[in-house]
């Protein structure tokens, strides 16, 4: 077996652009949370624009109501 010798060029390092550092003027993350349900097979679960995931619930009712829980959290 003869090595391979059609290699493609790779430029070198200091060609590759650096990432730019991130300025004030990108748009920040909303800080309301607005919470929806997603589908996942025959599960369906809460979301939020914040990250947050609710459990996976086989009824859409419970995930809605995981929903609107995540969005108006309990007061002591």
């Known amino acids: 077996m003869e090595p391979h010798i059609d290699a493609t060029p790779v430029p070198p390092l200091d060609a590759v652009p650096l990432p730019r550092p991130q300025s004030q003027s990108q748009p920040q993350p909303p800080t309301a949370h607005i919470a929806s349900t997603a589908d996942r097979g025959s599960f369906c679960l809460a979301v939020c624009s914040c990250g ?22 309990e007061t002591p």
Request: aromatic content about 4%.
């Open 52 to 73: 947050w995931k609710g459990p996976a619930r086989r009824s859409r009712d419970l995930a809605r109501k995981d929903a609107a829980g995540h969005e108006t959290p």
